[in-house]
């Protein structure tokens, strides 16, 4: 077997991390928090100013990452998902690597996660289960794994929707089933290292985030029924918490030292967990207070931020519970933090707007609509792709329109 590397900082300087990029889903913790400063307070009336606008990314919600000056997004296109490579600074296509057959249903088509870049590998995952690795510089595939296939998962009812985990030597994913909720994959190889075989929820649709918990190293994964840690050396399950969980579980689990925080929607609201020694699983509460379909919530400061359906954005205690405030000033939709600012978008509108990130209450420092807004997204579907800001430009995505403004300070 072997060893994975448990050391946080090797994991981020494997990655690669500079400064300003985002290299992964939700950033370099997985927590939607960027540490970039010395962007915009405050927006003009018309917003940040736009620097590009591409319509070759294909169709699907995936969410860009960004590194070394390139942008990695999937889509469909030509009758396939594919991933595409484009050049940061005015959006031209670099390359594109095949990734499959196209997910098609009435929220839309094409791929749902984030892909992962770590060195000169980019990691990505399609909606029908297709995971590749290919050369960061040339698009080169060196490897290809199907979730259902190889490894006996099932594809959930609206995709396989993760964003794969790079940690050390591993490729971390949830195919699934029988064989093990969880896999480890060799990075280098694509072969299958480790499955949690004593665990075997279905795929949902959140992503596996890593922690230090006790003194060993684990990944965090939350399904329609469990929230559980799996042990990065093995594959065992070290503890677990019944989740119950409606419809579909989407958001990141958030983890704060040995405290674990998850949310959903449909009604199901919001928990928050300690890891105490050997594992013991104690439940601090839960609530209805947070209840997020699939928008994200990110904490800062010991409170956390995010919309609640039904109640609108919120701001709530981590420790208690309780709500700080709420606000439905902006319609339903997800959120990403930078420099003192939550950036949030309304996903029925498309209105992204520039708020303060503290227990104030809301108080936007700008909006605006983005336009052009795509004519290819199914009736059922909406602006569900999350916002990002890198080296001073945000990205917004609908369907096969990539935007890019500068939110820089002048």
Known sequence: MKKVIISTLFFAMGLGLSADDWQQWRGPN??????????????????????????????????????????????????????????????????????GGILSNNWGDGPRGAATVDGDKVFALGAKGSLICANVGDGKVNWWVEMVKDLGGKVPGWGYTESVLVDGDYVICAPGGKRGTLAAIDKKTGEVIWRSSDWTDGAQYASVVPAELNGQRQ?????????????????????????????????????????IYISSGYGVGCRKITIGDAHKVTEDYSNKNMKNQHGGVLLLDGHLYGYSDGRGWTCQNLKSGDVVWDSKKLG??????????????????????????????????????????????????????????????????????????NVKAR
């Open 332 to 405: 339903k939709g997800c959120v990403f933090y930078a420099d003192n600012r939550l950036y949030c978008l309304a996903e029925s509108s498309g209105t992204v707007a520039l708020a303060g990130a503290n227990t104030a209450g809301w108080k936007e420092h700008g909006r605006f609509k983005l336009e052009p807004q795509t004519e290819l997204r199914k009736r059922s579907g909406r602006i569900w792709t999350h916002p990002v800001v890198a080296n001073g430009v945000m990205y917004l995505r609908d369907q096969e329109l990539l935007f890019a403004f």
């Open 30 to 99: 997985r927590d939607g928090i960027s540490r970039e400063i010395g962007l915009l307070q405050a927006w003009p009336s018309a917003g940040p100013e736009r620097i590009w606008l591409s319509r070759d990314i294909g169709i699907g919600y995936s969410a860009p990452v960004v590194a070394e000056g390139k942008i990695f997004i999937m889509g469909t296109k030509d009758g396939k998902e594919q991933l595409f490579a484009k050049e940061a600074k005015g959006g031209k296509t670099l390359w594109t690597a095949p990734m």
């Open 219 to 259: 990944f965090i994964q939350l399904t329609q029924k469990t929230l559980a840690g799996v042990s990065a050396r093995d594959g065992s399950v070290l503890w677990r918490n019944a989740w119950p969980g409606r419809t579909a579980v989407i958001p990141t689990p958030i983890v704060r030292k040995n405290e």
